[in-house]
């Protein structure tokens, strides 16, 4: 089993920052993507994010430019930078990484969710 814990979520001013980390625990051999989507009242989760074990990054195109997301292999840890908020970006917060555990078998993986809600 593999454990997700988000933190760094929050109430923010319109033009604001925040950071949002997520740190993966359990039974992990290897991750591949790791990333953030988010969820809005009334709306489908929707990806943020991702970045691959080798550094390549995808990012929405409602977000490029303002925020940038990182990892550290190594602690399996990833991180979501986010600068000159907007009200839109309001929302929960999901972390998600795509695990192979030992025994040879992928599974994706949620965090709890943390809210981010940005003020006009």
């Known amino acids: 089993q593999v454990q997700l814990v988000e933190s760094g979520g929050g109430l923010v001013q319109a033009g604001g920052s925040l950071t949002l980390s997520c740190a993966a625990s359990?039974?992990?051999?290897?991750?591949?993507?790791m990333g953030w989507y988010r969820q809005a009242p009334g709306q489908q989760r929707e990806l943020v994010a991702q970045i691959t074990s080798g550094g390549r990054t995808n990012y929405a195109d409602s977000v490029k430019g303002r925020f940038t997301v990182s990892r550290d292999n190594a602690l399996n840890t990833v991180s979501l930078q986010m600068n000159s908020l907007k009200p839109d970006d309001t929302a929960v917060y999901y972390c998600n990484a795509e695990v192979l555990a030992y025994g040879g078998s992928w599974y994706n993986y949620w965090g709890q969710g943390t809210q981010v809600t940005v003020s006009s």
């Open positions: 359990g039974s992990i051999f290897s991750i591949n993507a």
